[in-house]
């Protein structure tokens, strides 16, 4: 699944410089290490169904040839944005207890807190390329304003994990988590 991701975002998007002395656009966070903690840690790909194929509309179409002028790359886009935003969750993940790293994409907040906010797989998605499908954003609800984090910074999240569709102006969510903890991402 990570490389259809990255494949898509190759041949769909234009490469990006450099945001970020850390992380470029697509940059995925290196699992870390095994915490000890109530809650389990959770990979991005524990979130698609079985047998869900996030490229399925496009077979037999070669997305890398096409001009971004060609009126079938926007249709594919289009076709893309529809299929991703009604993307189907994995049922068997509702209502666990999860951590999962990923990327703040900040909805409501003020310049020293973070009240809500998306959580993505990758840097820059919903800012600087289009979001993932909805199964692959959770729309995160901290128990408790998050201080000292800023957009597109890499965070561990723990908390309950429920199915429960989100529309914002920045993407469209098949999750919600309920926040116990917000901490800044670490390797180790």
């Known amino acids: 699944m990570k490389q259809t991701f990255t494949g ?20 995925r966070l290196p699992e870390g290490a095994k915490a000890k903690s ?6 991005w790909d524990d979130l698609l169904p079985k047998g869900w194929d996030p490229m399925a509309a496009f077979k037999g179409i070669d997305l890398a040839k096409l ?4 009126p079938r790359a926007a249709d594919a886009l289009a076709q ?37 906010f998306l959580l993505v797989p ?20 901290p128990d408790k304003p998050v201080k000292g984090v800023k ?3 890499a965070v561990w999240v723990s908390g309950k994990l429920t199915i429960g ?12 988590l309920l926040a116990k903890d917000v901490v800044k991402y670490k390797e180790r």
């Open 8 to 27: 898509l975002l190759l041949a769909l998007l234009l490469a990006n410089p450099a945001l970020s002395a850390d992380y470029k656009v697509g940059d």
């Open 67 to 70: 001009d971004d002028a060609d």
């Open 165 to 176: 569709h989100s529309d914002t102006a920045m993407g469209k969510s098949g999750y919600r």
């Open 80 to 116: 893309m944005r529809r299929a991703w935003d009604a993307a189907p969750v994995n049922p068997a993940m509702d209502g666990r207890d999860i951590r999962i790293p990923g990327f703040i994409v900040s909805l409501d907040g003020g310049p020293n807190e973070l009240r809500e």
């Open 38 to 43: 109530a809650h389990k840690t959770t990979d």
């Open 122 to 141: 990758y840097f820059g998605a919903c800012i600087h390329v289009p979001p993932p499908p909805a199964n692959q954003i959770i729309h995160v609800m």
């Open 151 to 153: 957009n597109m910074e």
